[in-house]
């Protein structure tokens, strides 16, 4: 059987990819945001995944407003870096498990969620600056992240954007879809955009670093409750962009205490916790939490 071991949380700032893709991880401005990851690639090579569900939006580079899909998964073999106007990112192709992908949509929409099945798309730093913050440089040529990734897109970019609780309640689904795989595999369900950050309007530059703390304790301890909050709060505590956290709620929802039947399960354990204020306009926070049975 298939089973989730962790969970990762991480933002997905463009120009942290720049700054590994450009060699100034060490200039005195990113170099205490990297820091905040050291651990976390240490802990990746100690607990390498068979594979990485990886929950993060797509910016208008696969999708567009031609077709706007609510949540889709990546169900191709391969999936391309895409060009996001400065050519792609020098980093590895992400293999996909398209095997695993098609088990979990079949279960999943059997569980009433209507996901688009994508078999062919390229991703963004939605995707890929996650896998370089956890992974550290990859060779594009010679290198490969460590194991496959089913990418899971959901659209937090055009309105109308799913809630919190409809988040919340698809992760508990993908709990049951992968529990029903029948084949021994170590997942990782990752979390990613965030924390607060607006890029846009008269609150362009809005970072709020009390809300995030509070976002990463809830989320940590009461995500059940944390599920209840209303979009409009995101939009309104951490700027437009902020609602991107909607998507953490789709990894803490597949845990173990997070299910509907989770009487007496065990909260996770907090492997790692890190906040850093700014990196390029955006709170950077990440978590590493880790089932206990
Ligand atoms: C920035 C943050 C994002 O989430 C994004 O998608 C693009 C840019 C930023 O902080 O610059
Ligand atoms: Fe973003």
Redesign the pocket.
Known sequence: MARITATVFTS????IGAAMDLGKTGEPYWQPLFAGYEFSRQWMKDNKPDVIFLVYND?ATAFSLELIPTFAIGTGAKFMPADEGWGPRPVPPVIGHPQLASHIAQSVIQQDFDLTIVNQMEVD??LTVPLSLMCGEQDPQQGAWPCPVIPFAVNVVQYPVPSGQRCFNLGRALRKAIESYDEDLNVHIWGT?GMS?Q?QGARAGLINAEWDNRFLDRLIAEPAELAKMPHIDYVREAGS?GI?LVMWLIARGAMADAAADATGAPPPRVAHRFYHVP????AVGHLILEETR
């Open positions: 997905h700032v463009p120009a910016h730093h939605g955009g950050h890029l962009e991107e990196a390029s306009n955006t």
